[in-house]
């Protein structure tokens, strides 16, 4: 089945700089990775995805990187904001299969 | 985006009881239900799969008489945790997908968490 590495596990940046956090997985019939925020005591929210006919995707602040041949895929968040604080999470999945989640990634944003 | 509300937001139950968690989807039609487990500080593991008028696929090492699930209509789905220990204290997410409008996004409740006493 589909394994998720997710790195690292905590990321601590100043204020105004960039994050990256960084996921691997192991199926190739893997097509959907999405990348959710988790604040503490809440379920996860969407923040953006990508499909694997797409190599980047970017939303404001967030953007979004695929490699296909490598199977990886990285978050970027620019600017950081201290409510960017949270638990990050990447996944994937095969098409309208389970979502397989990552470790998770503490970012923690210092103003 | 969607919404999907899930109840209670916590809970509190006395070791041997059972405890129903409900997730509903509130503006679409949830085909597919997800629940989840999510102990402190740890990801979210998958405990079973359901789909609106069939059973549920558990996956492995998950208890399916421990945990039952149940997804009769196309908005509401409930895991019932059976004769509660401390140990099924965690945080309960569940998540649903309309896969009839072909889209992928799963969206997620707001969790429950769970605390056997």
């Known amino acids: 089945g589909e394994n998720v590495e997710q790195h690292p596990s905590t990321l601590s940046v100043q204020e105004g700089d960039s994050a990256v956090i960084k996921c691997t997985y192991s199926d190739s019939a893997s097509n959907y990775f999405p990348w959710y925020k988790q604040e503490l005591g809440k379920g996860p929210q969407l923040i953006i995805d990508i499909r694997s006919n797409v190599g980047e995707k970017k939303d404001q602040r967030i953007a979004v990187t695929l490699n296909k041949t490598a199977k990886h895929f990285s978050l970027h968040i620019t600017e950081t904001q201290p409510e960017d604080s949270a638990v990050y999470f990447c996944?994937?999945?095969?098409?309208?299969?389970?979502?397989?989640f990552g470790t998770g990634t503490r970012l923690l944003v210092s103003p | 985006g969607a919404v999907v509300s899930q109840h209670p937001s916590w809970v509190i139950c006395k070791s041997g009881t059972s405890v129903k968690i409900e997730c509903r989807s509130l503006d679409f039609q949830a085909t597919t239900m997800f629940w989840y487990r999510q102990f402190p500080k740890q990801s979210l593991m998958l405990m079973a799969t359901?789909?609106?008028?069939?059973?549920?696929?558990?996956e492995q090492g998950v208890e399916k008489d421990k945990f039952l699930i149940n997804h009769a209509s196309l908005t509401l789905s409930t895991l019932t945790v059976t004769s509660a220990h401390p140990e099924d204290s965690s945080f309960y997410i569940c998540?649903?997908?309309?896969?009839?409008?072909?889209?992928?996004?799963?969206?997620f409740g707001q969790g429950t968490r769970l605390t056997v006493v």
């Open positions: 996944a994937a999945s095969a098409s309208f299969q389970k979502l397989v």
């Open positions: 998540s649903a997908r309309d896969l009839n409008t072909g889209n992928t996004e799963a969206f």
């Open positions: 359901s789909n609106e008028g069939s059973k549920a696929t558990y």
